[in-house]
């Protein structure tokens, strides 16, 4: 059995890929982030949402992963701006995250296709 930790496929939102280029967070960054989220290394909001810290602590990001078959950064915002996300946000990220993991994979090609989702990594094709 590998220790290595296997996460199928990561993106981001188009909203989510303008804030990180924004704050100067790569791509890099964000898979190495996912692969620590996997492993326990975010905060469990429950319903598939975690927190996980980025860009040295400076950002916090809203990861989807209900079924954890694929992972979508849905939310960036800043340390400095805001401590948390509220209670209605947290429902409603925790809908958005039920909603990806009935996604098909044609469903999710044709978002990537409409640039709605940017792929970030993407495990199987290592």
Same mark, same amino acid.
């Given at each position: 059995m590998s220790a290595a930790i296997e996460v199928e496929r990561s993106f981001k939102? +188009?909203?989510?890929? @303008? +804030?990180?280029? @924004?704050? /100067?967070?790569?791509? &890099? $960054? /964000?898979?190495?982030?996912? !692969? $620590?989220?996997a492993k326990g290394q975010a905060d469990d909001l429950g319903g598939g949402v975690f927190k996980k810290r980025l860009n040295k602590n400076r950002h916090r990001s809203i990861i989807l992963a209900? &079924? !954890?078959?694929?992972? =979508?950064?849905?939310? /960036?915002? +800043?340390?400095?701006?805001r401590a948390n996300i509220d209670e209605s946000e947290l429902k409603a990220f925790r809908k958005l995250a039920e909603l990806y993991d009935r996604k098909t994979d044609s469903e999710i090609a044709r978002e990537l296709a409409a640039r709605e989702l =940017? $792929?970030?990594?993407?495990? !199987?094709q290592a």
């Open positions: 939102t +188009a909203w989510f890929a @303008k +804030a990180a280029r @924004k704050a /100067l967070i790569e791509d &890099g $960054e /964000l898979c190495d982030a996912i !692969r $620590e989220a209900k &079924g !954890r078959r694929c992972w =979508v950064y849905a939310y /960036l915002f +800043a340390k400095k701006d =940017v $792929e970030i990594c993407n495990d !199987r």
